[in-house]
């Protein structure tokens, strides 16, 4: 999948594919409120098992439909938390770029993840402010499927570095 | 749901029981490949991926994604030792629960200094606690597990708080 869409042998083009979208203005111009650029994941089964893999996590409802089914009585296998996780990270990694890094992320997972479903990662900035010179951003960030759910809440904190 | 339902004795011993550290290093490949398996059917952002245009970056080179670290995390434990729905038991860190069935509830991570090709990271986990509740088809258990990495210099790089959830 990787070579067919161009793989690292066409970097030149790479950057018209890349899944960045708006990034952050700099700290003054940021309005508290605002949402920032929400991103989108198809979930797909091969990609659960490739998260799997990567982690070495062996827990079969990540791998495994009929055991999700039957012993957990799961829709079909899961997204992993840390997969979800990485999807918020994503989403704050792609907006805030080089102006600064996220110093913490947080998610609870409230409803199933599975393959097929549409997820959109989402993040509204709820405050700014400068404390012992950082200057930090807190948002509320968010994980909604294809109905509309909220399946993973969370927050984050991002800092911007001064010369942004 | 009720809270404070007692645990076994030998969940409770568990609760501040730290593991040994473990050491790993990581290569281009490792990070590479987490990339894509976060990035489904797009291209992950060059800066995991391609040292040219990761040397123009003010990381001076390819960084890692930011929860790359969850890639360090797991037991060294063979086949023999998961029980049936596939999590390590009998490891150093393992709570002794009447638990067949498990899920991740909650997350929280602190992010340090980012990880780079040929970083050696150290992971230590810990208890820090380990409760049950009465859940409405029965006793679910709740463990908080945290885990500190950090790098060959000795800089912080992340700190992972989570709850399992099991039943």
Redesign the interface.
Known sequence: ??LE????LS?AK??N????TKVAPSFEELQVGSEISPIT????KV?IF??S?????????HYDSD?AQT??KLPNV?A????L???L??M???WVG?KG?????????RGPAVPDDILTCHGKIVKKCVIDGEHLVELEVWIENQRGEHIVPGKAEVIFSPSS | MSKDIAIPDEAKKMIGKESTPQSYEITKKDIRRFAQAVAIGKDPNPLYTDEEYAKKSKWGGIIAPPLFFFSCYYEEVPESQLREDGLPQGTEIDVPLPVSQAVGGGSAVELGAPVRPSDVITLKKKIVDVYCKQGKSGKLYFSVIESTYTNQRGQFVARERWTLIQR
Do not use: C, Y
């Not at chain 1, 594919?17 to 960045?20: E, L």
């Not at chain 1, 994941?41 to 797909?44: A, L, P």
């Not at chain 1, 893999?53 to 409802?61: C, D, L, M, Y």
């Not at chain 1, 992993?80 to 997969?83: E, H, T």
């Open positions: 999948m990787w869409r161009g793989g690292p970097n790479m950057s594919r890349i899944q960045i994941k198809e979930v797909t990609q490739m998260f893999a990567v982690t070495w996590n062996r827990h079969r409802i055991f012993h957990d899961l992993q938390r840390p997969l996780g990485s999807f990270a994503q704050l990694f792609d080089e890094k996220i110093k913490r992320v947080e998610w609870s997972n």
